[in-house]
């Protein structure tokens, strides 16, 4: 199996989240898209300026998710959001779409000229809200093969967030992680329990021992606990922390973003 090189020049990469607003045909959706466009776009302009090292872009406002996949519509404008924010950024860029929108979210990255997705249930099977959410490794792959997106690496939860694992409690999250390599995935994701919760610490341990892959801390990161995670972390996907309030749907704060860097430094 070949390993994928970073796409980062740093040795511990900062991905700062873009919250796109809610977007057409959502329950919340009230904003022209233009309007959505230009929100991400500020946003971008704020993160490259703080000196973050990429972007990663997510319709976290279009609850409830649907499950497995979405509409023309939101491939359309994430899309044409995303090619907005990468042309201006000139960073790595990456998307999720949710809820485990897999095959979705690398048809916007191929259209975008996006470098990564980050995908749920790649390997094994959990409960979400939305659902039972099946692993998706082969048709992914094998989608990604088809449409010509081999340079766009996938990024795997493990025993993701928000969801429930009891189906596999008998497979840890080391095994879990061994299995996305197995499965051909590029890297991997641990999460807290929720949004904004951090990570145990030796379960990032854990799987930084069972896999070669890259291992990103998805939630929870902040300037006070980032040090802790130094030696068994490979990058930092952070939202919350940025936000005004330290909560994931407030404005970008810039002042946030320095500090972390800075104590990540």
């Known amino acids: 199996m070949i390993l994928r090189s970073t796409l980062f020049r740093s040795t511990k990469p900062v991905i700062a989240m873009i919250h796109v607003g809610a977007l057409p045909g959502t329950p919340a959706h009230a904003q ?7 929100q991400a776009v500020k946003e971008a302009k704020l993160y490259r300026d703080a000196g973050v ?5 997510e319709n976290m406002h279009d609850t409830p998710y649907l499950r497995g996949g979405v509409g023309p519509e939101i491939v359309a404008a994430m899309s044409v959001i995303a090619h907005a924010v990468k042309d ?6 990456g998307v999720q779409v949710l809820a485990a929108a897999n095959r979705e979210a690398l048809a916007v990255a191929l259209a975008a000229g996006l470098d990564f997705i980050r995908a749920e249930g790649f390997a094994f099977a959990h409960v979400a809200d939305e659902g039972i959410i099946q692993s998706s490794a082969a048709e ?10 081999g340079h766009v690496q996938i990024w795997a939860d493990v025993k993701k967030k928000h969801s429930s694992h009891a189906i596999t409690v008998d497979i ?3 095994e879990t992680a061994h299995a996305v390599e197995f499965m051909r995935g590029d890297a991997v994701i641990v999460t807290g329990a929720v949004t904004g919760d951090a990570p145990k610490p030796d379960e990032v341990r854990e799987v930084k021992r069972t896999t070669r892959l ?15 995670f ?3 972390a490979d990058g930092f996907i952070v939202g919350s922390e940025f936000k005004t309030g330290g909560h994931w749907s407030g404005a970008v704060d810039a002042k946030r973003v320095q500090r972390f860097i800075a104590a990540l430094k």
């Open 214 to 228: 890259p291992v990103y801390l998805g939630s929870g990161v902040t300037a006070a606990n980032v040090g802790g």
């Open 32 to 38: 022209p898209l233009r309007a959505i466009e230009a």
């Open 140 to 149: 992914l792959l094998r989608y990604r093969r088809t449409i010509g997106a």
């Open 53 to 57: 090292d990429g972007l990663m872009l």
């Open 230 to 232: 130094l030696e068994s």
């Open 172 to 174: 840890g999250i080391g």
């Open 88 to 93: 201006e950024a000139k960073l790595p860029c």
